[in-house]
């Protein structure tokens, strides 16, 4: 039996030590262009950057993202131009995502809750939203996203990370968005 048992605990640690190598989950620390911003990605990601009209406010938009498993993942940043209403343009940006993922609004009690981390500006629209949408095709998928600011000298940077999967696992939206850091 104690042969058995040593078997068994070196087969559950081989299969774990390899899922944790797993080329899906390779976490590693991306920089936004021009910010101190930095977060962790579990995949090798794209990069793009374009100018977005988010809450009637032109704005440079940095986005990195890549495929975990079944998992989409995307970090975007945008600073903002100085005078701009952060909360103005957190929300707008809160409603286009809702939007483009087919969200049903208003949002019921209990997919929304507060969302802060150290060094960000406390804004009651920094928030974290987990809700059911449906992709382009029609096919249902989850979305677990955050929205907050971080001050950069005079200026403000709104950060947004999202993961979309049919089935999100927790500790893989959790890591992404604990480590966001400012």
């Known amino acids: 039996m104690r042969i058995y048992s040593s078997a068994l605990v070196a087969s559950l640690f081989g299969a774990l030590t390899l899922s944790a190598c797993s080329p899906a989950q390779n976490w590693r620390d991306v920089a936004f262009e021009g910010s101190a911003l930095k977060v962790q990605l579990p995949c090798k990601p794209d990069r793009t950057a374009r100018s977005v009209p988010l809450g009637g406010v032109p704005v440079d938009l940095q986005v990195v993202g890549c495929e975990s498993g079944t998992a989409m993942v ?65 096919e249902p998928v989850n979305m677990d996203a955050v929205w907050g600011a971080v001050a950069e000298g005079e200026r403000v940077r709104l950060v947004h990370a999202v993961v979309y999967d049919r089935k999100i696992p927790a500790e893989l939206a959790n890591t992404l968005f604990e480590s966001i850091q400012p």
């Open 74 to 138: 995307a970090v975007m940043s945008a600073p903002l131009p100085a005078g701009a209403d952060t909360s103005v343009v957190m929300v707008a940006w809160q409603k286009a995502t809702l939007d483009n993922a087919r969200v049903t609004q208003p949002l019921a009690a209990g997919q929304q809750q507060a969302w802060q981390r150290p060094g960000q500006l406390p804004l009651a629209t920094s928030v974290r939203v987990q809700a059911q949408g449906q992709r382009a095709n029609g």
